[in-house]
């Protein structure tokens, strides 16, 4: 029992970069609402922006690597990338949900609406709908196998809307803006101090998730190794469950 | 046997099951007309409304009734382990998923068709010229359709709660398949104006090969006897 609550415990590193992560946070949010310049057109409310988009862009990246663990479970089996799966797959849910609800907050003074049922709009709603699929899903199938197979398959389904998503801008007229800094290497059209607080603001962000995953990721492995056990027990009769199973 | 062939079999064990017991075909026609009279209720007595309303109509009515077929589909499976007997034989899983998918969008075409006028009759608007390229649209956005329903249905078919959980799950990822079908519909029976119905359908094909290649692939880890 002692050792189960040891386990139970986040490590001191694991406290140590949560501590750091909030601080750098403070400051990126420091500089997107006090160092950054107005905006010529949008004046104060570009400071939405650094929190729209910066949270936008790691909703996308957890979406897509949770896609990414899914198909490595596919391919390998090992559980580990199961777990790794869900974590981001939490992650994402939970920042696409913020990158609605921060849109929402940016494009009701800047645009005059809340919500437009629109590409960009509607692909981004889509995708917190798929994520919350892929958590039901996963709440229905009690064989850890079976379940981590069909969850990789939603993800990977949900997961290949992103490339409409990241078109949607300029493929259709939209009320969204176009990008303002392009994947390509055809450039950023936007202010050099902006650029860089907007950078400032994603890599925090990054950092955030990277967090929550460590955290996640060590309870998952903690969850992994407790199903085990009780598949264990239930299969010897209940008077098992010696074995543990390390993931 | 090749691949083809069975793929062929497959479609046809589907479509010669369904030739017997009707199961499908009852539902579907009926549930979709009912969708059609429900929602023709809901627009009101607005003939203008009724009109531009259409095509969104039938493209509802279509997925209500492509869930059912789709479901179905592997319903009938799961009853004496005809699964296990399909999943065991020795043709790619693939195989299996194409067969059953080419039955679903046969049989979801041809609702299409008969609906067509129907929708149109029942709402008011004019078909003209623009019966043709509709059928195009059908066809293309039944497939997508049909290549989402069948693969989810397959996901779902030995799970607790699947009648549920199969609209939960891919109704969300027809959602712009539906959009770029009822877009593309519209440009045809409203405005006639073909250069955006292209356009739609243009995207519309464009989903259906980055879906149908996902779900190819993916078919193989979705179906467990």
Known sequence: ?247 | MNDLQAVLWVARKDLLQEARSKAVTVATVFFSAVTLGVLAFAFGENPLLMREGAMGALWVALAFAGVISAAQSWQADLEDGALEALLTSPVPRAAVYLGKLLANWGLMTALGVLLLPIAAGLYGARLGAAWPPLLAVIAAGTLGFALIAVFYAGLTANLRARESLLPVLMFPVVVPILLAAVRASNALVGSGDLGLAWAWLRLLVGFDLVYAVVCLVLFRFVVEA
Do not use: C
Not at chain 1, 5 to 23: D, K, Q, S
Not at chain 1, 209 to 221: A, C, I, N, S, T
């Open chain 1, 1 to 247: 029992m002692i050792d189960a609550a040891a386990r139970l415990r986040r490590p001191l590193w694991l406290r140590v970069y949560l501590g750091i992560t909030l601080l750098l946070f403070l400051v990126a949010a420091t500089f997107g609402l006090v160092f950054s310049p107005r905006d010529v057109n949008q004046g104060d409310l570009i400071r939405i922006m650094y929190a729209h988009v910066s949270v936008a862009w790691i909703g996308f990246v957890a979406v897509g690597l949770t896609a990414v663990f899914g198909a490595l479970y596919l391919w390998r089996g090992k559980r580990r990338d199961d777990v790794l799966a869900v974590a981001s797959a939490e992650m994402g849910l939970f920042f696409a949900s913020l990158t609605i609800i921060g849109g929402m907050t940016y494009s009701r003074p800047t645009l005059n609406t809340f919500w437009t049922w629109d590409a960009k709009l509607t692909l981004t709603a889509i995708m917190v709908a798929l994520m919350v699929g892929y958590f039901i899903v996963r709440g229905l199938v009690e064989d850890p196998v079976r379940r981590g197979r069909v969850s990789a398959v939603v993800a990977i389904v949900a997961a290949a809307s992103l490339p409409f998503n990241y078109l949607a801008a300029e493929w259709f007229r939209t009320l969204h803006p176009a990008k303002s800094v392009a994947l390509d290497g055809s450039g950023v059209t936007m202010d050099p101090t902006m650029l860089q607080v907007l950078l400032l603001n994603t890599a925090v962000a990054g950092m955030i998730y990277l967090g929550f995953m460590f955290d996640r990721v060590r309870l998952g492995r903690i969850e992994a190794e407790l199903e085990a056990e009780r598949a264990a027990g239930a299969v010897g009769g209940g008077a098992g469950g010696k074995e543990v199973v390390r993931v």
